[in-house]
């Protein structure tokens, strides 16, 4: 697995990704579509530090976006949970900084338990997304 800075070319495949994961999950509101995704990403991605994990072949499998002067995650997603890809996309940016946060989904346990096994714990609980889901704050420190 190769770990690089994410190009406007990534963003194909990144909101591939996302899209997967919104048609897997049922407690998701009117999500945007692969295209407006794919937008979203590419306006992005010049003012996040973001980072994909990558095959030997360059196929992406799994991107994280951060905001370096906030220390926020505002976004992390694997194409297959379980193999790595999270754990390597976050220990990329742990390694330069001293706390972390970012918010989650609050229906989204099966992330939260990614989260704390990852050091992360809920700062914050209560609060509401732009699209309307609940959420809780989370914050990683060294």
């Known amino acids: 697995m190769i770990l690089r800075r994410a190009t406007s070319d990534d963003a194909p495949a990144c909101a591939a990704i996302v899209a997967d994961w919104l048609r897997a999950t049922d407690w998701m509101p009117d999500a945007p579509t692969r295209d407006q995704l794919e937008a979203i990403m590419r306006d992005g991605f010049p003012r996040r530090e973001v980072w994909v994990a990558a095959t030997e072949d360059d196929a992406i499998l799994g991107y994280l976006s951060f905001a370096f002067d906030e220390n926020h995650i505002y976004g992390l997603y694997v194409a297959t949970p379980g193999q790595g890809v999270g754990r390597a996309l976050l220990d990329r940016v742990k390694a330069d900084r001293d706390r972390i946060t ?41």
């Open 102 to 142: 970012l918010r989650s989904h609050a229906p989204n346990t099966a992330a939260h338990r990614f989260y704390e096994r990852e050091g992360f714990r809920v700062v914050e609980r209560g609060l509401t997304g732009a699209d309307g889901v609940p959420e809780i704050l989370m914050e990683w420190r060294r």
